[in-house]
């Protein structure tokens, strides 16, 4: 019993983090209608970019702040330049994009900070806190910056007129453009939020898995089966999918084996396009004909 109880409370600490990442992935879906392949790597450069900053000796939650800022400019950019020109074209030339700036990101982190694995710190202490004995003062406090970040999104997108005018322009951009929002720009914000929540993804992952190039790889996929669970176009429900895919994964992990735990996302993946592709909470889009 005490078992299932310490995978499940560390599985709701990983699967908080699959949940950030499947929000930004759902963020961008709802403005291209497609999976940006790209979402892990930008969160692990600027990981990378953390890094380096608590290497020139900025504290961590200084080199906390910097990194997010940069990935929300990062975001934004991206979108202007490269996403923006390339948003009427055939479906395939966009993901073909998306895999390009998975591969440059990729070698760019290589080339600049080298493949070699670097230990990342954790800015929580190193005994549990609270003296529980079920889940580390990392992944507690890992948890707890999710929930934040997660309520911050909830009530700018619920409560403020910005984040109205975003949701607005990613669900009928036409319409919104007749009531005065300015689409494009509203878009470019929401590229420039999914990259600041993936880098805080990043940053709390990372000294977990250690930092590599690679390390976001495992992430984004069971974020896109959290996100393809709860429902690709429902940022609620890809919240809820990412927590379920992170407590499937610790658990089948402890009681069946190691070697199976990627294989949950895979199978979550494939049994969610088969049965219910709109996942739990998306929307079914009936098509007369």
Do not use: C
């Amino acid at each position: 019993m005490d078992l299932l109880l310490h995978q499940i409370l560390s599985g709701l600490a990983t699967g908080g983090i699959y949940a950030s990442v499947a929000l930004a992935l759902v963020m961008i879906y709802q403005a291209t209608h497609l999976v940006n392949f790209a979402q892990g790597e930008m969160a692990m450069f600027a990981t990378y970019l953390a890094w380096a900053l608590l290497q020139a000796g900025v504290p961590y939650w200084g080199a906390f702040a910097i990194t997010v800022a940069s990935a929300f400019v990062l975001g934004v950019a991206l979108e202007r330049i490269v996403i923006r020109p390339v948003e009427n074209s055939p479906i395939l030339a966009v993901v073909i994009v998306f895999i390009a700036l998975l591969v440059i990101f990729n070698s760019l982190a290589g080339w600049i900070f080298t493949y070699t694995i670097k230990p990342f710190p954790s800015p929580f202490p190193a005994q549990p806190l609270f003296g529980n004995s079920y889940v580390s003062s990392h992944e507690l406090g890992s948890m707890a910056i999710t929930l934040v970040v997660l309520l911050l999104l909830f009530v700018f997108f619920r409560f403020t007129p910005l984040g109205l005018a975003m949701r607005a322009a990613a669900q009928n951009p036409v319409s919104s453009r007749l009531v005065g929002i300015r689409v494009g720009w509203m878009l470019a914000l929401g590229w420039g939020l999914a990259a600041a929540i993936g880098a805080i993804a990043g940053m709390m992952v990372a000294p977990t898995v250690f930092l590599e190039p690679n390390m976001m790889g495992g992430v984004l996929l069971y974020a896109f089966a959290g996100a393809l669970l709860g429902g690709i176009d429902s940022p609620g429900g890809a919240v809820l999918g990412g927590f379920i895919v992170g407590v499937l994964e610790n658990v089948v992990g402890a009681y069946v084996g190691t070697e199976l735990k990627l294989t949950v996302a895979l199978i979550v993946i494939v049994a969610v396009l088969v049965v219910r592709p709109s996942g739990m909470f998306g929307k079914v889009h009936v098509v007369r004909v």
